[in-house]
């Protein structure tokens, strides 16, 4: 998929907006002329106004643009909702009951299949990203990937009678700070970014 139109719609609206109300509605920090990000363990800062993402560190890489764009929308989206603290699934979002399978496809459905097995893995890979557990199923986890945004990870074992399952829910307030199809990005990028950590420590 082509994102540089998508990325470019992004950089112009980061332009657009001052880097002290992005810090302030993102809560993310400002560091000289540019905003600190912590995203699933790297660490960049945007510089303002060009809106390029410089790695802290050697190791942190280079990110995809999707992920680019991902970000970009969230510290311009300029909202402040507070969470509510219920949680709800993706297709509780606004068109959301239509990209359901989708949304199930890219990634519940991949964190059944790397997790479903062996579920207590899943909370130790997530303590790496500040994950806790939330008590949910039989193994819940909740990530803040954005300051603003946690992502909750369910996972019930296999028995006699079913197999593995798993869901992911968001606090209510989401919806007010994203569009439904980044929640979609958002989603695959967390089970991804865990099944890499997994991969490397195991």
Known sequence: MNYTPAHEVA????????LEDMARCSGYSIEGNA????FLGHNFKVDYPRGNF????????????ATQ????HYITSLTEPLEVGK????????GGAIYIKPFTGRAIDPMVRIFGANPDRLLEVATSLGGQSNGLGDVGVTIKV???IPVTLILWRADDEFPASGNILFDASAPAILPTED????????????KRIRESVS
């Not at 410089?54 to 643009?65: I, N, Q, T, Y």
């Not at 764009?69 to 970009?72: D, E, F, G, P």
């Not at 929640?183 to 865990?194: D, G, R, T």
């Open 11 to 18: 950089l112009n609206k980061f332009r657009a907006c001052s």
């Open 146 to 148: 954005f300051p603003r």
């Open 183 to 194: 929640y979609a990005v958002l989603a695959s990028l967390v089970v991804f970014s865990l």
């Open 35 to 38: 905003l600190f990000i912590e």
């Open 54 to 65: 410089v790695p802290v560190h050697a190791v942190d890489g280079e990110l995809p643009l």
């Open 87 to 94: 949680l709800i699934s993706y297709k509780e979002f606004p």
């Open 69 to 72: 764009v991902l970000i970009l």
